[in-house]
């Protein structure tokens, strides 16, 4: 037995295992499908915030190359700016340094001849020899100043020189760059203008094209054209995916294609399209939110997990020609694209959901465990309903037993008192045959007395003689 505490009134209570087992499997449920439910919401998120960055990183990848460029041009101006800095800022110290040198030697050349003239005038007879000696020294030291100062001044010019020579190494270095960043921003305008050229000339091609058909049959081109782009450039990468047309209209409607894959027998992305256009002369112009209930009831139906709507409806709507648009603010996992991004879209759906395949596995053996749970738990209701109408009915047997045990008791019990009564009478019985004598059955019996008395007599007259 289990004691359990009531949260509320706060009442201990004593339940068996059975009942034990039955609310500990009750709770597990209830927190399984808690975390399941948290798992899924956390996978929903992260496969839509990876697939908002993806678009984000494929818009500035270009952005970025240019501002890398802009970047190193920059950097290149600041080095030009820095070693002129420092070519002027060498100048004017070494100028400074051979200002101090001539000064200095100046100063010592003059305290030098200070010493001596006033050495002369002490000791001029005696010193005589000096002063020659002294005249020689000083125009030696100037001969060394002057090569000193010639030395400092060589010693400037070259490091002017090397300075100048790295500042036109650098220049041409950055004219170099400079000029091979134009010509990649050449490359780059010609290749972008003719990726353009090519575009208008498809949209002219289009144009031509829808004009000169049926509205019937500008639909089924649409549809035609994704199908060619399919089977060309996907189906030898993804030789096992289903990419039908939904012919299936028993719900009341169906999409235009169906696409699926699966890997290892697990569906890990399907995605419902809805092809749509419409001739430039036509007179009611649609929109594409127009199509958005319907193609979102046909991916329910159909069990599918994304809808796309590939559209050339609202030509002159940029947020449309822009790129891939993500409609999930009105409808869940719905996109409209151009056709030129049907292919682009799927690939990255694709690539986006291999991601969260392995998830996808876990939560089916999650949901495989859980049947498996529920499957125990159905057995063990089932159990314990039919061993409960066992135990009800041998409760009714076993009191039905008691009840037949306690009126056999009850008629024991009479037959015991009545054998008890019985006793009491054979005892009194016994007693009054005790207290029997022949005194007492003679009192009032002379005749009876008299026959006693000489059957005494004769027993007294045999004794002797048997005796002798």
Known sequence: MKELKCPKCGNVFKV??????????????????????????????????????????????????????????????????????????DISRLQGEKNAEIVRLKSQLEGIESKKASELSLALAEKENTITQLNSTIAQQKSELTVAVMKAHNEAQAALQSKDN???????????????????????????????????????????????????????????????????????????AYFEKDNDASDGSKGDFIFRDTDEGTEYVSIMFEMKNEMDTTATKHRNEDFFKKLDDDRRKKGCEFAVLVSLLEPDNELYNGGIVDVSYKYPKMYVIRPQFFIPLITLLVQTSRKSLEYKRELEVARSQSVDVTNFEASLLDFQDKFGRNYRIASEKFKTAIEEIDKSIAHLQKIKESLIGSENNLRLANDKAQDLTIKRLTRNNPTMKRKFDEARQTASQTEPAAEV
């Open 16 to 89: 068996d295992e059975a009942d034990y087992a039955s609310i500990v499997s009750q709770v597990k449920n209830v927190e399984f499908d808690a975390e399941v439910e948290r798992r899924l919401s956390e996978l929903r998120a992260r496969s839509e915030a990876e697939q908002r960055l993806a678009a984000a990183r494929a818009e500035q990848d270009f952005q970025n190359k240019l501002n890398q460029k802009e970047n190193e041009l920059r950097a290149k101006d600041a080095e030009i700016e820095r070693v002129r800095s420092e070519r002027e800022v």
């Open 166 to 240: 790295e500042i036109a190494q650098l220049k041409s270095r950055v004219e170099i760059e400079r000029s091979r960043s134009q010509v990649r921003e050449a490359e780059l305008l010609k290749q972008h203008e003719s990726e353009l050229k090519a575009k208008q000339e498809l949209v002219d091609y289009y144009k031509d094209l829808k004009t000169r058909m049926s509205t019937k049959m500008v639909g089924e081109t649409l549809e035609i054209h994704c199908s060619t782009q399919f089977n060309q450039l996907l189906r030898p990468m993804m030789p096992n």
